[in-house]
Nanobody, 125 residues
């Protein structure tokens, strides 16, 4: 069974950077589309970015130009480099894989499962 462990969150000032990691077990990341999502208490989970098996990537409009998703196939890890962080980026960040066809809506959290436990990102001065 596929499992994920997210890490790398923390407290950072606006304009700062963090790199999140999503370590996978149970299957090599080369065979998986992996997505990053975030959630703030009281709000719906939202898609941030995903990387497909062919290496193609998608980003939410709110993070384009600031966040970069990448993967290390040898380490079975997907990263989310977050630069220019804003208070609106605060939330718990999760990684997951699609449990059904997600090609037409790759950042829809309703199409994903096997959620990790999340890592908290707080952007505040």
């Amino acid at each position: 069974q596929v499992q994920f462990v997210e890490s790398g969150g923390g407290l950072v000032q606006p304009g700062g950077s963090l790199r999140l990691s999503c370590a996978a077990s149970g299957l090599a990341v080369r065979y998986l589309t992996i997505g990053w999502f975030r959630q703030v208490p009281g709000k719906e989970r939202e898609g941030v970015s995903c990387i497909n098996t062919d290496g193609s990537t998608f980003y939410a409009d709110s993070v384009k130009g600031r966040f970069t998703i990448s993967r290390d196939l040898g380490k079975k890890t997907v990263y989310l480099q977050m630069n220019g962080l804003e208070p609106e980026d605060t939330g718990t960040y999760y990684c997951a894989i699609p449990v059904g066809p997600a090609n037409s809506d790759p950042l829809n959290p309703g199409l994903y499962g096997y959620w990790g436990q999340g890592t908290q990102v707080t952007v505040s001065s």
